[in-house]
């Protein structure tokens, strides 16, 4: 897949949490081909992954092991790669865990951790990012939530309650930023068949009940995520800030 070159984004200081697989690693890969400094933080190591884009991309990007419920260690991350690379342009969140559940087994400890990973992450990343962006004089934040909780689903109450927080959290925050020219954006995937959703949750009769919702028959890869993400952290949406972007072949409808 092809997308378009944003100029500005060559040369770019850009931070992705769970950059190194999944949507995170197709969202590595596109700023990497746009000529962005990028630094990627997750728990799993990623020197395979760095490797290969280097020798595809001629651009390497910066590995920094890091479990992001370690809020310390999350702040410290971009620092370094604020060391690395100066003051930040672009962050994106978009490390996540869907894991599935019913509101019955979910303990005290369950509730944390989901919120920790899924929601209170992103906070903190926000906080620490602003600060570097606003020596940068603007930047551009973009949020991952999911349509997961606009379509009401089932099975992970506590994942949908953090998706809906995320939505939330990134209007205020735009509206906080604003003045110091830092936009804040969600953009919401819909179903997105990375490796581990094919591993753990995709059957056959599922995935043919959701693509009946779909407006578009055709699934979604984590290719398919990279151009929206890109345009959220250009200057091609200068003037976008507190919004929601959905990728999801026309799943819900806003507006």
């Known amino acids: 897949m092809t997308h378009p070159t ?54 390497r990007p910066l590995f920094l092991p890091c479990d992001i419920t370690d809020i310390a260690a999350l702040q410290g991350a971009i620092a370094r790669a604020v060391e690395a690379h100066g003051p930040l342009d672009v962050l994106v969140n978009n490390a996540a865990n869907d894991k599935r559940h019913t509101t019955e087994e979910v303990t005290e400890e369950f509730w944390d951790w989901s ?44 994942y949908t309650t953090a998706n809906g927080g995320i939505t939330a959290m990134t209007r205020s925050l735009a509206r906080e930023f604003g003045p110091d020219r830092i936009r804040v954006n969600a953009l919401a995937p819909g179903w997105v068949l990375t490796q581990k959703q094919k591993d753990l949750w995709v059957t056959p009769e599922g995935l ?22 890109l ?25």
């Open 6 to 59: 944003y100029p500005d984004l060559d040369g770019a200081s850009v931070f992705i949490t769970g950059g190194g697989s999944g949507i995170g690693a197709a969202l590595t890969e596109g700023f990497l081909k746009q000529g962005a400094k990028v630094a990627f933080v997750q728990r799993s190591d990623a020197t395979a992954f760095v490797d290969e884009m280097a020798a595809s991309t001629g651009n």
């Open 231 to 255: 345009f959220l952290a250009s200057d091609s949406s200068k003037m976008m800030t507190g919004q929601v972007l959905v990728i999801d072949g026309g799943v819900v409808v806003t507006g």
């Open 115 to 158: 919120q920790s990973i899924n929601l209170k992450a992103y906070f903190f990343a926000c906080q620490s990012a602003a600060k570097s962006m606003k020596e940068n004089g603007k930047g551009a934040i973009i949020n991952f939530s999911s349509i997961s909780y606009m379509m009401g689903n089932s099975g992970y109450p506590a």
């Open 208 to 229: 043919s009940a959701h693509l009946d919702r779909q407006c578009l028959k055709d699934t979604l890869a984590p290719e398919d995520i990279v151009g929206g993400t």
